[in-house]
């Protein structure tokens, strides 16, 4: 087939028939969002979702009044569907920008500045002119403007995934139509909504295909991160918010590898706090989980980021510190014990929280292993106990 029999036939396909698609696609879109939103397991940004379907909803309805036009009321078909369509599209940026962590406050503000400006602007032009080939060119500006910050965004983000940056220039692409459609649309007398030619039947197609990857898309990354954040909190301890006993273990048997065939020594501490069931049993098991969240906040706070924390189990947690020596571990295991001894609970500041801590350190031997290091810490925290508590002790 030729290219000019391709552009005669794209030329005659039937607007309306293109609207139905896009007001299925829509109603699609928003069912799949809204069954996601409700039987996802993770809560990332949930808010997120159900504003896009939610925006699914109204798009889908401002074109089934655009494709009544003539059955009904023109304020309700032109005015009111093409208003819709401006608020759709707002919202649907205002999800990209809030997907976007690093996207400053001044972004939604004009974003929202130029949705209310294109919504005053088609009704002004609407009230004083009502003429159609007008009316197409300010709703084509206007959808225009409400797009075009967020995916150049997307587009010139450096942080944005390759998939994201895809989604930006498909958008451009159709926004770049979409402006060469309002230009013409001023210049030709004769256009309205339902004109078929080769503009305005590439708009429409180009805001399908907007449509089903902007929706796909959507959904893809948002599954992507809400998997990711269910990953990475499967390896935390659901109280305390710290690396678990599970994925502790696994990382440390990378670091004991990396420390043997480096030869560099590691440093196991042990802490358990002190007569942590007789605070439970005095003010509560609700003060018991404070007291354990805020022992972890204190024990992963006084780590460097490369070496290892974790809750190991009831009121004990265990560290392990690359590349640090018996002298260089106590340093650190008496600054934890003199923090946690300073804390002050306003619930009942009359409890004083104090911990034990046994060290171990050595360089790794290929007859040992993990478990070896942590019965060694272990032990010492048993002397540490020993000796009154409130104690470091290596051994």
């Given at each position: 087939m030729s290219f000019q029999k391709l552009f005669e036939v794209l030329a005659d396909l039937d607007i309306k028939t293109l609207i139905?698609?896009?007001?299925?696609?829509?109603?699609?879109?928003?069912?799949?969002?809204?069954?996601?939103?409700?039987?996802?397991?993770?809560?990332?940004?949930?808010?997120?979702?159900?504003?896009?379907?939610?925006?699914?909803?109204?798009?889908?309805?401002?074109?089934?009044?655009?494709f009544l036009r003539g059955n009904i009321s023109h304020t309700l078909s032109v005015c009111f569907g093409n208003i819709l369509l401006f608020v759709s599209f707002n919202l649907d940026s205002l999800v990209i920008l809030r997907m976007n962590k690093k996207t400053k406050i001044i972004w939604f503000r004009l974003q929202n500045v130029l949705l209310a400006l294109s919504v005053i602007s088609f009704a002004l032009f609407e009230l004083l002119l009502g003429l159609g080939n007008v009316r197409i060119a300010i709703a084509s500006l206007g959808v225009f403007f409400v797009l075009v910050i967020p995916n150049m965004l997307n587009?010139?983000?450096?942080?944005?995934?390759?998939?994201?940056?895809?989604?930006?220039?498909?958008?451009?692409?159709?926004?770049?139509?979409?402006l060469a459609r309002a230009l013409y649309s001023l210049f030709d007398n004769d256009v309205s909504l339902f004109t078929g030619n080769l503009l305005q039947t590439g708009t429409f197609l180009l805001l399908i295909l907007f449509m089903f990857v902007n929706g796909t898309g959507f959904l893809l990354v948002m599954y992507e991160r809400s998997y990711e954040l269910l990953k990475a909190s499967s390896n935390l301890d659901p109280l305390t918010q710290i690396y678990n006993r599970r994925y502790f273990m696994n990382r440390a048997e990378a670091y004991y590898e990396r420390a043997l065939?480096?030869?560099?020594?590691?440093?196991?501490?042990?802490?358990?706090?002190?007569?942590?069931?007789?605070?439970?049993?005095?003010?509560?098991?609700?003060?018991?989980?404070?007291?354990?969240?805020?022992?972890?906040?204190?024990?992963?706070?006084?780590?460097?980021?490369?070496?290892?924390?974790?809750?190991?189990?009831?009121?004990?947690f265990l560290i392990l510190l690359h590349d640090t020596n018996n002298e260089q571990a106590e340093l650190v295991g008496n600054r934890i014990r003199e923090k946690i001894q300073n804390l002050t609970f306003e619930e009942n500041p009359d409890y004083k929280c104090t911990v034990s801590v046994g060290i171990y350190s050595g360089i790794p031997e290929r007859e040992k292993n993990i478990q070896y290091y942590i019965d060694n810490a272990d032990r010492a925290l048993y002397k540490a106990k020993e000796s009154g508590r409130n104690c470091v002790i290596c051994v």
């Open positions: 139905g698609v896009l007001i299925w696609g829509n109603l699609t879109f928003a069912v799949l969002t809204l069954r996601f939103y409700y039987y996802h397991e993770s809560d990332y940004k949930k808010d997120l979702i159900l504003r896009f379907g939610i925006a699914k909803i109204i798009q889908a309805t401002a074109w089934v009044l655009l587009i010139t983000n450096s942080q944005s995934s390759k998939f994201e940056k895809f989604l930006g220039y498909v958008s451009l692409s159709f926004l770049i139509l979409l065939r480096d030869q560099k020594s590691l440093s196991f501490l042990f802490i358990d706090i002190d007569h942590f069931k007789k605070a439970n049993d005095t003010y509560g098991h609700l003060f018991g989980d404070e007291v354990l969240k805020t022992v972890a906040k204190v024990v992963s706070e006084s780590v460097r980021p490369l070496d290892l924390s974790c809750r190991y189990g009831g009121e004990e």
